[in-house]
């Protein structure tokens, strides 16, 4: 499976940046984000509970980060293993630019499934992860209104702080993704 796409986020690149890199803002916008845990400096471990139909199961996941540029641009690789579910993985490439009212995150996905979650339809497959991309993007956007005013948009210095890798987003929505495909075969 193969997604791209962009979309303009109310807050600047740096603020997107560190959104990205929060654990509380992914376990927010992450359809059943239940755990996310740096084991390294360059790796995490993702948690989640997804619910297709009348599947549902629980998904561990693996997210190894390169080629990070903050606030611009990382690459991520990604497996998960729902059990009998079957398995997701893959690489997401993320970008971040300034844009007029905010910036501009990009993406682009390469995925594949296996087990019984493969079984299933592809458009089904595809559809099941631009909708779960798409809801993402939405509480995204929400929470980062949320935090920051609309004159907070306009560039600032924003003061550092340590978080978690901004390609961690792309990675657990890639493995919701997966998770979904998984369940729904």
Request: charged share 20%; proline share 6%.
């Amino acid at each position: 499976m193969e997604m791209q796409g962009s979309r303009t986020i109310a807050a600047t690149q740096q603020q997107a940046w560190e959104g990205l890199n929060d654990p509380e803002v992914l376990k927010a916008c992450i359809p059943g984000c239940e755990k996310v845990e740096r084991v390294a400096d360059d790796r995490f471990n993702v948690g989640l509970a997804v619910k297709v139909g009348p599947v549902s199961a629980k998904f561990a996941g693996r997210i190894t980060l390169s080629d990070v540029q903050p606030p611009q641009r990382y690459t991520l690789a990604f497996d998960g293993q729902g059990g009998a579910a079957g398995f997701g993985k893959g690489t997401a490439k993320v970008e971040l630019s300034p844009a007029e009212g905010g910036c501009q995150l990009a993406y682009a996905v390469q995925a594949q499934v296996g087990g019984r979650i493969a079984q299933v339809g592809q458009r089904l497959i595809d559809g099941v992860a631009r909708s779960m991309a798409e809801d993402f993007f939405k509480r995204f956007d929400a929470q980062m209104q949320q935090r920051y005013a609309p004159a907070a948009v306009a560039p600032t210095a924003a003061p550092a702080r340590p978080t978690i890798a901004p390609w961690l987003w792309i990675v657990i929505a890639a493995a919701v993704a997966a998770a979904a495909f998984w369940l729904l075969r």
